[in-house]
């Protein structure tokens, strides 16, 4: 069974600091990895995705993740935090069978001080 | 860019009563989920949605809820009899069912039920 961790659920970094929200995931196969990001009463949108090549992936608004299969973790970073990075942030893992579900982790919240 | 609309934003209803919330999927999209999020916690998946028939579902996807695509268009969740565990944010995703396409989510319905 698939499974996703999010260390921490809520996360506050000063603007202009490092971001990074921890992810961890359990998967007997390759997964299909997400990062998606929730602002309030929006749905939920892609940042970006790991499938397959090149670990290092980078997103929307500056934020990439990379994926180690080592340490199964894909965590987020972002070199310098905005106030307007402030949000939802849900990693996500896609099991690549039958009808692709994507099972979500509990989410991170980001909190950004001025 | 083309988005995944629902209908209504907000609903509010008694306990016992019959609900439809209602989703216009992206149009290319082959494969169509509903997801679940109760007030602060994490996005849970009820059910996916493929060739018109249900493909996977949740153990929350008892037999109080259906899905439906009744045209070409809509895709549609019901609940029969609501309860007031059933107060959630109800979101509604599309995606074209490949391993690397994320899905993309609808703003989401708020159900109350009172």
């Known amino acids: 069974a698939q499974s996703v961790t999010q260390l921490g659920s809520h996360v506050s970094v000063s603007e202009g600091a490092l971001v990074l929200l921890r992810c961890n995931y359990s998967s007997s196969v390759p997964p299909y990895l997400f990062w998606y990001v929730q602002y309030p009463n929006q749905g939920l949108q892609l940042l970006l995705k790991?499938?397959?090549?090149?670990?290092l992936v980078k997103g929307i608004n500056g934020f990439e993740a990379e994926f180690k299969k080592s340490e199964t973790s894909f965590h987020l970073t972002k070199p310098s935090a905005h106030m307007s990075d402030a949000a939802e942030y849900f990693c996500a893992v896609m099991r690549n069978t039958g009808g692709f579900k994507t099972i979500f982790g509990a989410g991170t919240r980001l909190f950004v001080k001025a | 860019e083309p988005e995944v609309t629902q209908t209504p934003s907000h609903q509010v209803t008694q306990m016992g009563q019959e609900v439809i919330l209602r989703c216009v999927p992206i149009s290319n999209h082959l494969y169509f989920y509903w997801y679940r999020q109760i007030l602060g916690q994490k996005v849970e998946f009820l059910v996916s949605?493929?060739?018109?028939?249900?493909?996977?579902k949740s153990e929350i996807f008892d037999d109080q809820f259906s899905v439906e695509r009744p045209d070409g268009s809509n895709f549609t969740l019901k609940i029969r009899s609501t309860k007031l565990e059933d107060s959630a944010m109800y979101f509604c995703?599309?995606?074209?069912?490949?391993?690397?396409?994320?899905?993309?989510f609808g703003n989401g319905t708020r159900l109350t039920v009172t």
């Open positions: 949605f493929y060739n018109n028939e249900i493909s996977e």
């Open positions: 790991y499938t397959t090549g090149a670990t």
């Open positions: 995703a599309s995606s074209r069912g490949q391993g690397n396409s994320p899905l993309h």
